[in-house]
């Protein structure tokens, strides 16, 4: 059974930055897909970031909403994943959900992803 466990959200001024961590336990895969997606207060859930290891190659994809201020990292050996947001605005307030797959035909697709996080608040002030 893999368990994510997110850390690093909070409340910060818009302008801001925030840097959230996912750290997933069990085995290692050089084939591995780690994501973030974000449900805002009466919103569905959203694409925001992923992450694939595919051997020797590493793929990121972003939503267009946050190309430019975040950034996706991570590293595969420790099945950790980071999301550096960077010029935080209110609309970005959102409780963001960590998530990892295997396999993971579309990475900006909820359903396929196998395993989640609790999530963590993300709350950006005006």
């Known amino acids: 059974q893999v368990q994510l466990v997110e850390s690093g959200g909070g409340l910060v001024q818009a302008g801001g930055s925030l840097r959230l961590s996912c750290a997933a336990s069990?085995?290692?895969?050089?084939?591995?897909?780690m994501g973030w997606f974000r449900r805002a207060p009466g919103k569905e859930r959203e694409f925001v970031a992923t992450?694939?290891?595919?051997?020797?190659?590493?793929?990121?994809f972003y939503a267009d909403s946050v190309k430019g201020r975040f950034t996706i990292s991570g590293d595969n050996a420790k099945n950790t994943v980071y999301l550096q947001m960077n010029s935080l605005k209110p609309e970005d307030t959102a409780v963001y959900y960590c998530?990892?797959?295997?396999?993971?035909?579309?990475?900006?697709?909820?359903?396929?992803?196998?395993?989640w996080g609790q999530g963590t608040q993300v709350t950006v002030s005006s």
């Open positions: 992450i694939t290891w595919s051997g020797r190659r590493t793929f990121y």
């Open positions: 069990g085995r290692t895969s050089s084939s591995l897909t």
């Open positions: 998530a990892s797959s295997l396999t993971v035909f579309d990475p900006t697709v909820a359903g396929y992803y196998f395993y």
